[in-house]
């Protein structure tokens, strides 16, 4: 069973501040990999995805890697801003060959807080 | 603003009745997802229909059942539900998926929060 973890579940930091934030899986059998934010009272924003064959995605001031050999991601926040605050999600699909479980996962989340 | 509409916001409804919830895309996506989201936990996937055929259903309970009437429409109908059903329901579409996994981004509505008396 695929288990999805996210270090730490909240992190507080100044603006400006460089950040990373961690996604670790137990099954590297994955089709790709997802990290998302969330707003309070709202829906899911995607961010960045990769696919089991890239190491890394880059959109504007994050930047995401993929390990699959050693069941990691991590999400680097560059020059932090209040606005990034929000929880940040990270969810793999499963690959085709696994048929039992849930095809989707998802870590718990890191909650994160830039103060001004 | 969001590209992808859910309707209603908030449904408050009995375990005896019927609602349905609705969820529309104009983007021209072909994959459309529900999630089921309980407070300060992470979604779950319910269900992947992919070129308005179901592609995966997570062993949902029969009580919940999708409908994808076209490739702009989903829709998922609740009967009989009971109190630990009360969540945020989320709808999300994408361009495409394989096998019903996604491999393009997706894309959330705001969800409908779902009370059940």
Known sequence: KQEVTQIPAALSVPEGENLVLNCSFTDSAIYNLQWFRQDPGKGLTSLLLIQSSQREQTSGRLNASLDKSSGRSTLYIAASQPGDSATYLCAVWRGFRETSGSRLTFGEGTQLTVNP | ?117
């Open chain 2, 1 to 117: 603003d969001t590209e992808v509409t859910q309707t209603p916001k908030h449904l408050v409804m009995g375990m005896t009745n019927k609602k349905s919830l609705k969820c529309e895309q104009h983007m021209g996506h072909r994959a459309m997802y529900w999630y089921k989201q309980k407070a300060k936990k992470p979604p779950e996937l319910m269900f992947v229909y992919s070129y308005e055929k179901l592609s995966i259903n997570e062993s949902v309970p029969s009580r919940f059942s999708p409908e994808c009437p076209n490739s702009s429409l989903l829709n998922l109908h609740l009967h009989a539900l009971q109190p630990e059903d009360s969540a945020l329901y989320l709808c999300a579409s994408s361009q495409e998926s394989i096998r019903g996994q996604s491999n393009q981004p997706q894309h959330f509505g705001d969800g409908t929060r779902l009370s059940i008396l």
